[in-house]
């Protein structure tokens, strides 16, 4: 009997141990589940958490002086209708010089006609020009990345400039897209006087092409010795030149962006008729470099008006 129970209790005894082996080993099945449960939760908590703190507000839309939204100035400026332009023709006499014909090889980039804008943005020659730019560049394609900015008023020798700031806008990292030309603009300089030199700061260098084509026609014969290495300097194509300002700036003197782009809407305006005129003239010879195209842009009155340039 002695030895039937030794057996009897080795055998319980292997029975609960390999009772409580099977309760370990759920138990450890059961942490391993409930531990795997739990990273997984922290892991989506923590991911909500980051996505909460990194997620930052919405931009606010930016500005032009004087508060105006910069995404309705442009509107305004690059939308006006073409009966409105028409109707301003020539400019009414507000216009001083027109696109001189040149002869050369013809300037083309990326396949199409190019038009090679140099200017700075302390001017006020070129800040007058640049709202007919807008305006003419506006019928043959699609700007993005335009910024308003103005003359200056003084250099850095502390004279006074004249026409101070002069409302415009600048073309320093704009870019432009059309089917039908390639606007190519150079920013030489900002309008933050440099004492060091008694000008501006430099903001854009010239290529050697670029330096060449402004050497060549910025100077007699194509303009008077007094004017040589004027700005703006617009060579459209290498068939027509503007250098200086089309238009006097001092239709400008006073006026906030929005005034001016009100008043381009306006073709009884003398800002219209200093702008959309130089614009008129402009798009007159860009449309003779890309064979009238398109006919949105090269209207009649347009045409009328290549005759003269």
């Not at 390999?18 to 309760?23: D, L, M, V, W, Y």
């Not at 009966?83 to 396949?111: E, F, Q, R």
């Not at 250098?243 to 962006?257: I, K, M, R």
């Not at 009649?300 to 008006?305: F, M, Y």
Request: with cysteine; glycine share 10%.
């Amino acid at each position: 009997m002695s030895a039937i129970k030794r057996d009897t209790g080795r055998r319980e005894k292997i029975a609960a141990r390999r009772a409580a082996q099977q309760r370990a080993q759920t138990r450890n099945r059961l942490l391993l589940a409930g531990g795997a449960i739990i990273a997984v939760v922290a892991v989506v908590v923590g991911l909500v958490i980051w996505k909460t703190a990194s997620k930052t507000p919405a931009a606010p839309a930016p500005k032009a002086p004087g508060g105006t939204s910069l995404n309705a100035l442009i509107a305004q400026t690059t939308s006006v209708p073409a009966a409105t332009v028409d109707a301003v023709g020539n400019g009414g006499g507000l216009v001083n010089s027109k696109p001189l014909s040149i002869t050369g090889s013809p300037l083309t980039a990326g396949g199409k006609p190019e038009m090679l804008y140099m200017g700075a943005e302390y001017c006020p020659f070129c800040a007058a020009e640049r709202w007919a730019m807008v305006v003419a560049l506006s019928r043959f394609g699609t700007f993005s990345g335009l910024h308003t900015t103005h003359s200056a008023a003084q250099n850095g020798g502390g004279n006074a400039e004249v026409y101070p700031n002069t409302p415009t806008w600048t073309f320093y990292k704009s870019s432009y897209a059309s089917r039908y030309l390639t606007f190519t603009p150079v920013e030489m300089n900002t309008n933050i006087p440099d004492p060091r030199t008694g000008g501006y700061t430099t903001l854009q260098n010239p290529t050697r092409e670029q330096q060449a084509l402004i050497s060549k026609y910025d100077a007699p014969p194509y303009v008077p010795s007094q004017d040589a290495g004027a700005i703006p300097f617009v060579d459209i194509g290498n068939r027509y030149l503007v250098v200086g300002a089309s238009y006097s700036p001092a239709l400008l003197q006073g006026l906030t962006w929005s005034q001016v782009a009100a008043d381009l809407h306006n073709p009884g305006s003398p800002v219209a008729k200093g702008v959309l005129g130089t614009a008129n003239y402009m798009t007159a010879a860009i449309c003779r470099v890309t064979g009238n195209q398109p006919a949105s842009a090269c209207t009649a009155t347009v045409r009328s008006l290549e005759g003269q340039v």
